[in-house]
Nanobody, 119 residues
Framework: QVQLVESGGGLVQAGGSLRLSCAAS????????MGWYRQAPGKQGELVAN???????NYADSVKGRFTISRDNAKNTVYLQMNSLKPEDTAVYYC?????????????WGQGTQVTVSS
């Protein structure tokens, strides 16, 4: 079981920056991958960025060059640094953790944090 607690969302003007944090309830060394998803009103949820335990990263095309995912192992925390924000980045952002147990892939989710970018 993994509990995830997000923080750092808010309201920002276009071109601004925000940093989201996701604190895990256990060592992130034991988690196979962590990442961020987002869902905007009326749109399908999408992967924003993720990072495997081996430090491989993956980004949505729409955020490449603007967002950076990173982690602090000592704090069991994953971050999403978001720069050059655009109104289309407005969404609820969810932290995700993936843990393989035997042959079963388990997903855990945070409660979500709202990011609103004004034009």
């Amino acid at each position: 079981q993994v509990q995830l607690v997000e923080s750092g969302g808010g309201l920002v003007q276009a071109g601004g920056s925000l940093r989201l944090s996701c604190a895990a309830s256990r060592s992130i060394f034991s988690i196979n991958a962590m990442g961020w998803y987002r869902q905007a009103p009326g749109k399908q949820g999408e992967l924003v960025a993720n990072m495997t335990s081996g430090d491989s990263t993956n980004y949505a095309d729409s955020v490449k060059g603007r967002f950076t995912i990173s982690r602090d192992n000592a704090k069991n925390t994953v971050y999403l640094q978001m720069n050059s924000l655009k109104p289309e980045d407005t969404a609820v952002y969810y932290c995700n953790a993936v843990v393989w147990v035997s042959l079963t892939k388990k997903h855990y989710w945070g409660q979500g944090t709202q990011v609103t970018v004004s034009s």
